[in-house]
């Protein structure tokens, strides 16, 4: 079982930055594949960006040259750096790992709020 713990959300302005870290409970080496999510009220929870364990990063079309996804393997973090913020990043921004230990498993943070004002 592998525990997720996501913070740095916030209330932010239009154009402002935030970076939001996962704390993962194991080796985020042992992690094939960290992701965040991120779910607006009323719509479906949507993929945002993920890091491989080799490194390799991926980005939804939205957010790609504004957020940065990274690994602190020492630390077992993983970050979102969001920059030039828009109201419509406002939601809850979850962080998922999965294929743990070469298993076809997935676990999910708790979430955390960003809020983007206009």
């Known amino acids: 079982q592998v525990q997720l713990v996501e913070s740095g959300g916030g209330l932010v302005q239009a154009g402002g930055s935030l970076r939001l870290s996962c704390a993962a409970s194991?080796?985020?080496?042992?992690?094939?594949?960290l992701a965040w999510y991120r779910q607006a009220p009323g719509k479906q929870r949507e993929w945002v960006a993920s890091i491989t364990r080799g490194g390799y990063t991926n980005y939804a079309g939205s957010v790609k040259d504004r957020f940065t996804i990274s690994g602190d393997t020492p630390n077992n973090t993983v970050y979102l750096q969001m920059n030039s913020l828009k109201p419509e990043d406002t939601a809850v921004y979850y962080c998922?790992?999965?294929?743990?230990?070469?298993?076809?498993?997935?676990?999910w943070g708790q979430g955390t709020q960003v809020t983007v004002s206009s």
């Open positions: 194991e080796s985020i080496v042992s992690i094939n594949t």
């Open positions: 998922k790992a999965a294929g743990v230990n070469f298993k076809p498993n997935e676990y």
